[in-house]
T-cell receptor
């Protein structure tokens, strides 16, 4: 079955540091890939997505590139802020149509803490 | 503003009791989902519904039940058969199956259930 693996956390950085959170996946075909963010005590929010190989998703200074050859979708940000402290989830959804289309498979989440 | 409302935010239950978590959306979305979140395990799908009066089991449906009598509402009942119900429960919705954006989920703020 489909699966998503994220780097182990927690990740602790100083403000303005460079961020990378690794994500690799296993899936048949060409899934869509997502990063969601969860702030303390809240639900998840879509951060960015990519639907085909070599697509780059970007939002709020975060970027991730869909790499089919390495089955990866690593999240990066050049300069993190304290307000970026949250839990980050990588996820995929299968490409095939039908009732499975909206079902997402999530990674285990990576806790990010940014200190001033 | 459109969104998903989950209630209650916090709930305590004694062993052997059934509890029902409410999920209401005003996004006019056809599809709705229930996920369970446990620390370090990401999100796991409990049940999902692509249309009114129809729903399917997800990966961890045992001990849970749902109904979908109205498009806006998708309540989740945690029954006494659920062996380890203490968790954070997230409701989500998407526009519907087999249309653009079908795999983009909007989440509620979650309900935290604690069994005493």
């Amino acid at each position: 079955g489909d699966s998503v693996t994220q780097m182990e956390g927690p990740v602790t950085l100083s403000e303005e540091a460079f961020l990378t959170i690794n994500c690799t996946y296993t899936a048949t075909g060409y899934p869509s890939l997502f990063w969601y963010v969860q702030y303390p005590g809240e639900g998840l929010q879509l951060l960015l997505k990519a639907t085909k190989a070599d697509d780059k998703g970007s939002n709020k200074g975060f970027e991730a590139t869909y790499r089919k050859e390495t089955t990866s979708f690593h999240l990066e940000k050049g300069s993190v802020q304290v307000s970026d402290s949250a839990v980050y989830f990588c996820a995929l959804s299968p490409r095939a149509g039908g009732t499975s289309y909206g079902k997402l498979t999530f990674g285990q989440g990576t806790i990010l803490t940014v200190h001033p | 503003d459109g969104g998903i409302t989950q209630s209650p935010k916090y709930l305590f239950r004694k062993e052997g009791q059934n509890v029902t978590l409410s999920c209401e959306q005003n996004l006019n979305h056809d599809a709705m989902y229930w996920y369970r979140q446990d620390p370090g395990q990401g999100l796991r799908l409990i049940y999902y519904s692509q249309i009114v009066n129809d729903f399917q089991k997800g990966d961890i449906a045992e001990g849970y039940s749902v109904s979908r009598e109205k498009k806006e509402s998708f309540p989740l009942t945690v029954t006494s058969a659920q062996k380890n119900p203490t968790a954070f429960y997230l409701c989500a919705s998407s526009i519907g199956p087999q249309v653009p954006g079908a795999n983009v989920l909007t989440f509620g703020a979650g309900s935290r259930l604690t069994v005493l």
